[in-house]
């Protein structure tokens, strides 16, 4: 069980090849005592090992790494039979990978730099099943996609969903958790489950990021 369950500390994997940036993460993120680093990768296979043995809740990867990459690793954690929820963590040269990184099942976008209770409550929130985007790599985002994406069809997919159902979608834009979603609307997290899965499958967004960035894309005629 998880910190947000009541159940001791999250667990965290970070992958990156910088050592020193490993265990400046590790002191920030392991200051509160709801979260515990179970392990540090330093490229793609080795973080694939800790994954299998430690099976970590949450994984914060780097995308450029020796050996195999962050993206190739990103792409084999969705094989195991336990996959961590998995974040990336950047700086701002995103153009080259963010829509794989999105393929392959990221969760989040956080930048290396971030407050440190910034990154502290994005762990939370990614174990808690949120959708964590930096805004400042959500404003480098929106418009890469904007020149990529039909948002009048965007538009017309959000206007099909129930009146619920947008309350549901512009949460989670918001990076929301299913329990905090609940908690805002009033109804529980089996119930937001079922929404979010639903509204998912109506925008045609593999995850919870793609579904925001769609929100984010056409929120204003809608909030």
């Known amino acids: 069980m998880r910190a947000e369950d009541g159940g001791g500390p999250i667990r965290v994997v970070l992958a990156d090849d910088e050592a020193m940036l490993r265990r400046g993460l590790r002191v920030l993120l392991e200051s509160g005592g709801t979260i515990r680093v179970v392990a540090e990768a330093g490229n793609g296979d080795e973080l694939l090992a800790v994954a299998r043995t430690h099976r970590p809740d949450v994984a914060l990867i780097d995308v450029q790494m020796p050996g195999k990459d962050g993206l190739s690793a990103l792409r084999d954690l969705a094989l195991l039979a336990k996959p961590p929820v998995a974040a990336v963590l950047t700086t701002f040269d995103l153009d080259d990978y963010v829509t794989d990184a999105l393929r392959f099942g990221a969760q989040g976008f956080l930048l290396k730099d971030a407050e440190p209770a910034v990154l502290v409550r994005a762990v939370h929130d990614l174990a808690a099943g949120g959708a964590v985007l930096d805004p400042r790599i959500t404003a480098r985002l929106l418009p890469r996609f904007r020149g990529t994406t039909d948002n009048a069809h965007e538009k017309q997919l959000v206007e099909a969903l129930s009146a619920r159902e947008r309350q549901v979608l512009l949460l989670l834009a918001d990076g929301r958790s299913n329990a905090s979603i609940g908690s805002r609307l009033g109804l529980t997290e089996a119930t937001v489950k079922s929404y979010v899965s639903t509204v998912l499958s109506k925008l045609g967004a593999q995850n919870r990021?793609?579904?925001?960035?769609?929100?984010?894309?056409?929120?204003?005629?809608?909030?």
């Open 209 to 223: 990021v793609q579904a925001a960035l769609i929100a984010q894309r056409v929120a204003g005629d809608f909030r």
